[in-house]
Nanobody, 125 residues
Framework: QGQLVESGGGLVQAGGSLRLSCAASGRTFSSDAMGWFRQAPGKEREFVAAISWRGGSTYYADSVKGRFTISRDNAKNTVYLQMNSLKPEDTAVYYC??????????????????WGQGTQVTVSS
């Protein structure tokens, strides 16, 4: 079973940037598509971005397109989320997730098999 550990969250002013990292272990990282979701207080968990097993295909939520970039380094078993031009509405707990033995990314959280513990991102206005 794969394990995921997120890092890189924190407090940033609107317009600033953060880079989240997610270190994966427990199974062959390059076999799995990866994703990021987020959950704000009182709201449902929502899709942010996803990437295919080799990184050739990426999906983004409309709300982050053009500001966030998902990438992966299979040699380091790590997936990243570069977040630029952050807005207060980006404030949430961000979760890394893994889709076992799937080459394709997905926007549907039910397609993912394991989740990290989450990292808090707070954007002040």
């Amino acid at each position: 079973q794969g394990q995921l550990v997120e890092s890189g969250g924190g407090l940033v002013q609107a317009g600033g940037s953060l880079r989240l990292s997610c270190a994966a272990s427990g199974r062959t990282f390059s076999s799995d598509a990866m994703g990021w979701f987020r959950q704000a207080p009182g709201k449902e968990r929502e899709f942010v971005a996803a990437i295919s097993w080799r990184g050739g295909s990426t999906y983004y939520a409309d709300s982050v397109k053009g500001r966030f970039t998902i990438s992966r380094d299979n040699a380091k078993n790590t997936v990243y989320l570069q977040m630029n031009s952050l807005k207060p509405e980006d404030t949430a707990v961000y979760y890394c997730t893994r889709r076992y033995s799937s080459r394709s990314p997905s926007r549907d959280l039910t397609d993912f098999d394991s989740w990290g513990q989450g990292t808090q991102v707070t954007v002040s206005s």
